[in-house]
């Protein structure tokens, strides 16, 4: 695995993972959206060496890349596409309910939280 | 034989597929859905059959070899928890044909259709001999159950939606980068390969795949401490749904932390396993007590429930492995009845919330009994399914001479019984005249199918009880299998 690939992938993972604590749905799509890279990256490294092209059969097997791994990243890539079309719309949804993209708080939580803490008081 | 294999991811995606164009034609849906299910539940008790009395089928998908093609592997373990998982939807999409007559159910035109794209994810999960299928596999689970939580577009389930979704998003994008150091370190993906090729690995890297698993797995499973997006979500969704993903989707995440890191042989890994074991037993139950609202209750047992399958597991003995699968196969239909009565009473009272709703029992002694049974079963009492199956795991813990943990699991049956003693003076006892009660609703023709749906669910997890000398039998062949990788790797690779 070649120091850059490493590099990269740490970046975008870093990146990643730091816009997805966000409260905000769009900052945490790109935020899975740059997270899908890093994994995809991961993946191609995890190939070795890069080679001749797979399966045409022009170059010996011993020169060729694994094509294994192209395969395992080309079907992650389709399936995060899907999952970013279906958080945008997840986003949507939030703004036309409240105006904004932002995760609220679980108002059910909340209320036993405080009925719990004046439940300690009487006591 | 093998072209069976098949049929029950193909069949149930094709019907799929028809049931999103059939429009307004609801009833070319529901025979779709329900005959569609049911052959996936009658291929799957004939797949047990054979596989009991024949041992491991293997389907190599385009006959590639399998070291570079997709495998399905239908041993004794996955042919035991396919039939209970088949069963259990085909039960719900009873339910649900009936509920949606009443108005209070999921949207019919997208329900039905994603149920199917869920049962067929559900199976290649089970079924699937590598590790990228499996990914596959979820992708399929978790797409159709974001839509299907969020399709109402409900307030409360976008906001608990996005928790689920940004979960279960990250623990897949873990996942994708564990596939990536597997492959890197053993140049495969395949599950009978890995489990020759992992234990011959230096310690820290394979201690290493085991504890990244443990998280991508224990995040599908909900254990402690990732399972904060469980009773967040699975409230929210309309019954049917929750019944669904209570009875299923967090047992697939075990399924598969059970048949990875047994075959892979994390031993390594058991006393961390225990520990969390423990944790979310205890913290599963103590949630429990906290909520006072039906669905919210339950959604806590599941994660105290998954704590005691976790405990077979850290033990990594044949009784504990077997004790887990049992426990497995007779929480799947418990857990899908409580939610069905959940929503029975959600929909005679129009709320789950505890203070809400009281006296069912003298309205509706038969709501009481359907609900009575499955709870005494989840907390342990004798003679249900519940108790056999807890009673092997701690005989299998104090066989190995775990005291804490067999302390726990002990403590935490009390407990849970505590909290369905709570469900139960709430909802079933006291007078019920409360001035806060909503007046009863005239219920409709498809009322009567929801409760038969839920009484057949609750006689199949009786038949369970009934039928537990065999069924542990089952169990401890599937436990032997497993911990014995040569029987695994020789049915896919030889």
């Known amino acids: 695995m070649s120091i850059t690939l490493a590099l990269v992938v740490g970046g975008l993972t870093s990146v990643g993972v730091y816009l997805i604590t966000s409260r905000s749905l769009t900052r945490m799509l790109l935020g899975f959206a740059l997270l899908g890279h890093a994994a995809v990256l991961a993946l191609l490294a995890a190939g070795g060496e890069a080679g001749e092209r797979p399966i045409s059969g022009d170059a010996p097997v011993a020169e060729l890349s694994d094509p294994l791994p192209q395969a395992f990243a080309l079907t992650a890539i389709v399936i995060s596409f899907g999952l970013t079309l279906f958080l945008l719309a997840l986003a949507r949804r939030q703004a036309q309910l409240t105006g904004d993209d932002l995760v609220e708080d679980d108002l059910e939580d909340r209320r036993i939280a405080i009925e719990t803490e004046a439940e300690g008081d009487d006591a | 034989m093998t072209s069976l294999i098949g049929l029950l991811i193909v069949v149930p995606m094709l019907a799929a597929a028809v049931g999103f164009v059939a429009g307004e034609r609801q009833w070319v849906r529901d025979i779709l859905t329900v005959v ?66 009443t108005a209070w159910g999921a949207d019919p035109q997208l329900s039905g259709p994603l149920l199917l794209v869920l049962t067929s994810g559900v199976v290649l999960a089970l079924l699937t001999g590598d590790l990228f299928t499996l990914f596959v596999a979820f992708e399929l689970i978790l797409v159709s159950s974001y839509v299907l939580l969020t399709h109402q577009g409900r307030r409360g389930q976008i906001r608990s939606g996005m928790t689920y979704v940004a979960m279960n998003l990250f623990a897949s994008t873990l996942f994708l980068v564990g596939l990536a150091v597997v492959y890197a370190s053993t140049g495969t993906v395949n599950l009978a390969l890995l489990a020759e090729r992992i234990p011959e690995l230096d310690d820290p890297l394979r201690w290493g795949i085991g504890l990244w698993f443990l998280v991508v797995f224990g995040t599908k499973a909900a254990i402690f401490p990732l399972f904060s997006w469980l009773p967040d979500s699975y409230p929210t969704a309309p019954t049917t749904i929750t019944a669904v993903f209570a009875g299923l989707l967090t047992k697939v995440g075990v399924y598969v932390l059970i048949r990875f890191h047994v075959l892979t042989g994390m031993d390594d890994l058991g006393p961390l396993i225990l520990t969390l074991a423990g944790l979310t037993m205890v913290i599963g139950v103590a949630g429990a007590l906290a909520q006072d609202d039906v669905k919210r209750i339950l959604s806590f047992h599941i994660i105290s429930q998954i704590g005691y399958m976790l405990m077979g597991l850290g033990l990594f003995t044949l009784a504990g492995i077997a004790g887990a699968i049992v426990f497995l196969v007779h929480h799947i239909p418990v857990k899908t009845v ?157």
Do not use: C
Request: charged letters at 15%; zero cysteines.
């Open chain 2, 338 to 494: 409580l939610f069905l009565v959940g929503g029975l009473i959600e929909e005679r009272e129009g709320t789950s919330a505890l203070d809400k709703i009281g006296g069912l029992a003298q309205r509706q002694p038969l709501l009481a009994v359907l609900f009575a049974l499955p709870a005494l079963s989840l907390a342990g009492i004798p003679p249900f399914s519940g108790f056999v199956a807890k009673l092997a795991l701690v005989d299998a813990g104090i066989e190995k001479v775990v005291v804490p943990i067999v302390v726990i699991a002990l403590a935490n049956s009390v407990l849970t019984l505590v909290s369905m003693v709570k469900i139960w003076t709430g909802v079933f006892w006291g007078s019920g005249d409360d001035e806060s009660a909503t007046p009863i609703r005239i219920l409709r023709p498809g009322h009567r199918l929801m409760v038969g749906a839920t009484a057949v669910a609750l006689v199949a997890s009786l038949a369970i009880a009934a039928s537990f000398g065999p069924l542990w039998d089952l169990g401890e062949r599937a436990a032997a299998d497993l911990i014995d990788s040569s029987v695994y790797i020789e049915a896919v690779v030889s």
């Open chain 2, 36 to 101: 569609s299910l049911a052959g996936a539940t009658a291929i799957a008790g004939v797949l047990l059959a054979h596989v009991e009395s024949e041992g491991t089928v293997v389907l190599r998908v385009g006959d590639w070899d399998p070291e570079l093609g997709i495998v399905l592997v239908v041993d004794l373990m996955a042919a035991l928890v396919l039939l209970v998982a088949m069963a259990t939807i085909l039960v719900v999409q009873l339910f649900a044909i009936g509920q949606r007559r």
